[in-house]
C-alpha cells in the first residue's frame, strides 16, 4: 500500500505509512506487521488515532520526536500515546515491525491505564519473545487465537510491571545475572554461579524467579533463543551451526526449545 504524501497526518486504526503492511484485528486490539523492502522517501511527521506499542523485529530507524531522537535497531519496543508526533527515517533495510494498537475496550476490561502500558514497555520483560509468539499466532483463525493473543499481551504487561528495577537487586544478584549474559551459550551449573558471586547455591534458588520472573533454567534456554533469532536473521550459518553456537546439545534440542519459545520452527523464523 502507498503512503499519503502530506505532513502532520493522523492515521487512523489500523493505517500505516509504511509501503507494506498487514493488519489482524483481534477486537479490543489490532496486530499491524510493517515492512520496508527497501529504501524509499520516509519522514513524515504523524501521529497514530490509537495508543501503539511498536516493536522492531528487525531492521531499524531513526525516530524524531519533540525535542529528541530515538535509534531504533532489532529488539527495540517504543510506546506512543494517541496523537503524539513523530517521524521515522528508515536507514537499515529490510526492516519490519510489528505494531499493537490498543482500543479503550481493552483497558476498561483489564482495569489498565495508559501509564500502566507505558511502564510495561520501559520495564520491557521479554518483549523480544512476546512479540513473536503473538506473530506466530496471527496465522491461526477464531477464538483460541484471539485468547491465546489476548493472554501473551497481558502476560506482558503483568511481567513487565512486575519486574524489580535494578536499584532493588542486591549486588551479588546483579552479579548473577551479568554472568549468565556474558557465558550466555555454557551451561552454568548453580553450584559454579554460586561460587563465582559468593552466595550460597539456597540462597540464589529461592531469589531467583521472584527477581526474574522465570526459573535459572529458563531464563538461560531465553538467552540462547534470543542469540539464536538474531543469528538466523543476520547469519549464513546452517541450523546446525547455530545450534552449536548458541550452547545447544544438537539441532533437534535446539528446535524444540525454539519452537517452545517462539511458536515457530527455527527453519520457519528464518523465513519470517
Known amino acids: 500500500m502507498k503512503s499519503v504524501a502530506k505532513k502532520n497526518i493522523i492515521l487512523k486504526r489500523g493505517r500505516y505509512l509504511a509501503p507494506n503492511y498487514e493488519t489482524h484485528d483481534f477486537g479490543d486490539f489490532l496486530i499491524g506487521i510493517t515492512e520496508h523492502s527497501s529504501p524509499i522517501e520516509t519522514g513524515i511527521w504523524h501521529t497514530h488515532e490509537k495508543p501503539i506499542i511498536s516493536f522492531v523485529l ?52 483489564f482495569d489498565y491505564s495508559k501509564s500502566d502500558i507505558e511502564l510495561a514497555v520501559i520495564k520491557n520483560y521479554d518483549s523480544h519473545l512476546t512479540f513473536i509468539k503473538l506473530m506466530n499466532e496471527i496465522k491461526m483463525e477464531g477464538t483460541r487465537s484471539r485468547s491465546s493473543a489476548e493472554m501473551l499481551f497481558v502476560a506482558f504487561i503483568e511481567n513487565s510491571i512486575n519486574a ?80 552449536h553456537t ?27
Open 164 to 243: 524489580k528495577e535494578d536499584f532493588v537487586f542486591s549486588s551479588w544478584m546483579l552479579s548473577v545475572r551479568d554472568l549468565l549474559n556474558d557465558r550466555w551459550n555454557e551451561n552454568i551449573s548453580l553450584k559454579e554461579l554460586a561460587d563465582k558471586v559468593n552466595v550460597h547455591p539456597t540462597t540464589i534458588s529461592k531469589n531467583f524467579k521472584p527477581f526474574f520472573q522465570c526459573t535459572l533454567g529458563e531464563y538461560m534456554r531465553k538467552l540462547k533463543v534470543e542469540k539464536a533469532i538474531s543469528m538466523l536473521i543476520s547469519s549464513e550459518q546452517s541450523l546446525t551451526e547455530i545450534a
Open 246 to 272: 548458541c550452547g545447544f546439545s544438537d539441532q533437534s534440542h535446539f528446535t524444540r526449545v525454539f519452537k517452545s519459545a517462539t511458536g515457530y520452527l527455527p527453519k520457519q523464523f528464518a523465513k519470517v
Open 58 to 109: 528487525y531492521g531499524g530507524n531513526k525516530e524524531y520526536r519533540k525535542n529528541k531522537m530515538i535509534e531504533r535497531v532489532g529488539g527495540s519496543i517504543n510506546f506512543y500515546n494517541p496523537y503524539e508526533l513523530h517521524k521515522n527515517i528508515y536507514n537499515t533495510f529490510p526492516s519490519k515491525h510489528i505494531s499493537l494498537e490498543i482500543d479503550d475496550a481493552f483497558f476498561n476490561k
